[in-house]
């Protein structure tokens, strides 16, 4: 009988078996290995495949708690991990993570890919990887401690070469929809945006040194393909200013197959938008930039031209006060190069948390904390409708004390001592 009955099962169906994967990778690292050629991990794949097994078996995880090794000069990028069943499974004993920072938009020539490859087969790293993790990096998966050193070496020296991306309380590796490179709905240049950021917060993403982690993602429209709003602190998410450019004699071409009525004017959210059998007309005023219409009819309906982004802050999963999608924070800025005023904000933002963040809060839960006045304040823009849903319900306002005019009450407030 098979070794791992368990995990066998999941080679049936139609769906890419990564129990598969993994027998493929463990068979060419074995393949190699016995042909002579300096592999240093040729049975890791192998014992993560018989580690799977035990742990649907106990349906429990096998992996210790934590662990925490680096390379040289970093603080993140490596996510260490121990087995548990070390002692049985010796070849799995270390599996430590390797994040390698992915280019922008994933975009690859299978040169880079190649190299890639060939550093994680041969420099001490056990063929498997994930591509890539959910905040964008390409994931090395599992090798020794003493092959971190080597392999980050290795892929420096790389005609393409790659850096770590980021891990534990720091800025974390940026991610970019893929914008202007394929998509006509970008606003901004995502992959440009993604890439200054990367460069310019390098010592931010591999040295951690903040409350917690922060990621920044950046999204070309309001589809929001990277999912920004729900996972990065801090959200840029293309948009414009002026009118939705409208080609109607495309609009006419959509008409003879599609019910424009049902399918778009009904569905617009805030009913900007009328077609009456000839004329398609939105009105700027009322358009939220949905870009539902936008996406009905990509041939006929183009964003507007003065184009830009919203920021939104505080995404997060629900650790430790419940998730939080990104809300508001700059509801309009230019995206321009070297854009300074994105960065502006950002470094604001960051020195504030640092200064203020308690032990793992993240920047979502510090402003729940401190309050959006607080944090306009520190990044410099005025309170603006558009960062609320609707007005506070409830009348429990703070007041500065300039805002107070003299009263019997003030004086009486001061006598005491409580103002
Ligand atoms: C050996 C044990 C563990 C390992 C190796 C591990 C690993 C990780 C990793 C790699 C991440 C992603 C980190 C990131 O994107 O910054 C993460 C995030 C997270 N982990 Fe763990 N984890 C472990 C145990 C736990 C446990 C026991 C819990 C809860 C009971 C937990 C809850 C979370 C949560 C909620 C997040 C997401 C936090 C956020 O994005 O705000 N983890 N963990
Ligand atoms: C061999 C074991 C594991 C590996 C290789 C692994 C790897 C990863 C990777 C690569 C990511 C994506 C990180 C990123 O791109 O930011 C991730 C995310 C995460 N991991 Fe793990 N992980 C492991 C075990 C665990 C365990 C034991 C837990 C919890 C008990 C855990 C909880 C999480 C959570 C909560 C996230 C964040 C998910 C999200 O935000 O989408 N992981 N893990
Ligand atoms: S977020 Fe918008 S610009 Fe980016 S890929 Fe998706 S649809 Fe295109
Ligand atoms: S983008 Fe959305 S809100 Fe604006 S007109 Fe189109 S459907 Fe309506």
Not at 305 to 311: D, L, S, V, Y
Request: proline content about 5%; overall charge neutral.
């Amino acid at each position: 009988m098979s070794e791992t009955p368990l995990v066998d099962e999941l080679e049936k169906g139609p769906w890419p078996s990564f129990v598969k994967e993994i027998k493929k990778t463990a068979e060419i690292m074995e393949k190699k290995a016995a042909e002579g050629k300096d592999i240093k991990l040729p049975k890791t794949a192998r014992a993560l495949l018989k580690l799977l097994e035990i742990s649907y078996r106990d349906k429990k995880t096998h992996w210790k708690h934590g662990g925490i090794v680096s390379v040289v000069g970093y603080g993140g990028g490596v996510i260490g991990r121990y087995s548990d069943l070390g002692d049985k499974l010796p070849e799995i004993e270390h599996f430590h993570t390797m994040r390698i920072n992915m280019p922008a938009g994933w975009f690859y020539s299978t040169k880079a890919l190649r190299s890639l490859c060939d550093v994680w087969g041969e420099s001490g790293g056990s063929g498997l990887t994930n591509m890539h993790g959910s905040t964008g990096d390409i994931i090395f998966l599992g090798t020794r401690s003493e092959y971190l050193q080597p392999c980050f070496e290795d892929l420096g020296n790389l005609e393409i070469p790659f850096d770590l991306g980021g891990s534990g309380s720091a800025v974390r590796t940026p991610s970019a929809c893929m914008g202007p490179a394929l998509c006509e709905f970008s606003c901004y240049d995502t992959l440009d945006l993604c890439y200054e950021l990367t460069m310019a917060y390098q010592n931010e993403i591999h040295r951690p040194m903040y409350p917690y982690k922060f990621k920044i993602k950046c999204s070309g429209c309001p589809n929001d393909c990277v999912a920004a709003k729900a996972r990065a602190d801090f959200a840029i998410i293309g948009t414009w200013k002026d009118e939705i450019q409208i080609d109607e004699e495309a609009v006419k071409e959509y008409a003879k197959w599609m019910d424009i009525e049902n399918e778009v004017v009904k569905l617009c959210p805030t009913k900007a938008i009328s077609w009456d059998g000839k004329e398609l007309k939105i009105n700027a005023k009322d358009c939220v930039r949905c870009m539902h219409c936008i996406n009905k009819m990509p041939k006929a309906l183009k964003p507007g031209n003065e184009r830009g982004a919203t920021i939104l802050i505080g995404g997060k999963a629900p650790v430790l006060e419940g998730a939080i999608i990104g809300w508001v924070a700059v509801p309009f800025i230019e995206v321009k190069k070297p854009y300074d005023e994105i960065k502006e904000i950002l470094n604001a933002t960051l020195e504030w948390w640092d200064e203020e963040g308690k032990f793992r809060e993240r920047v979502g839960e510090l402003i729940w904390r401190k309050g959006m006045k607080e944090y306009l304040r520190v990044i410099g823009r005025e309170v603006d409708v558009r960062i609320v849903k609707a007005p506070r319900n409830n009348p429990f306002m703070f007041f500065k004390k300039e805002e107070l005019r003299p009263s019997p009450f003030v004086e009486e407030l001061k006598r005491r001592g409580m103002f």
